[in-house]
């Protein structure tokens, strides 16, 4: 049932108590309970909503790949957050050490955050850009239902 609940939430956070019951079939005050107790155990961490980027203008999202010297790891990181498009950082294996996901208005604002954002920072080796052109996603299915 928990799992349920949880792909019923990454569906949409909003829905009230009394509809998720109804939806999944089960008594409003034990849904609350098991949400609540979901949240204790951490595996909800948050409520929130999905901002649509296009929609307020940012028009193009960049994947780049960076090659580093490790040695500016923590250094590297915390410049790349100070740049205003960066979204988010993960540190990854294979041919790169970290991804960086970044949003922009066009495609020359995305230039001038790559090459005058990442490009003057110290430490970092190479880079590659990759601007996505369509995005499909898919919810988690918890539930483990095909």
Avoid: C, W
């Amino acid at each position: 049932m928990d799992l349920t609940i949880l792909s019923e939430l990454s569906e949409d956070a909003s829905i009230s108590i009394p509809r998720l019951s109804e939806k999944i079939k089960v008594n409003p005050s034990v849904v609350y309970s098991r949400i609540k107790r979901l949240t204790k155990r951490k595996l909800i961490e948050r409520f929130t909503i999905v901002v649509n980027d296009k929609e307020l203008g940012y028009g193009v999202k960049a994947l780049t790949g960076l090659n580093m010297d490790s040695k500016y790891r923590d250094t590297i990181i915390d410049e790349l957050f100070k740049i205003k498009g960066v979204r988010e950082i993960s540190e990854v294996t294979g041919r790169f050490d970290i991804i960086v996901t970044m949003y922009a208005m066009n495609l020359a604002e995305m230039h001038k955050l790559i090459s005058e954002g990442i490009g003057r920072i110290e430490g970092v080796l190479a880079s590659e850009s990759f601007i996505e052109m369509k995005r499909r996603t898919k919810t988690m299915p918890y539930n483990h239902q095909a």
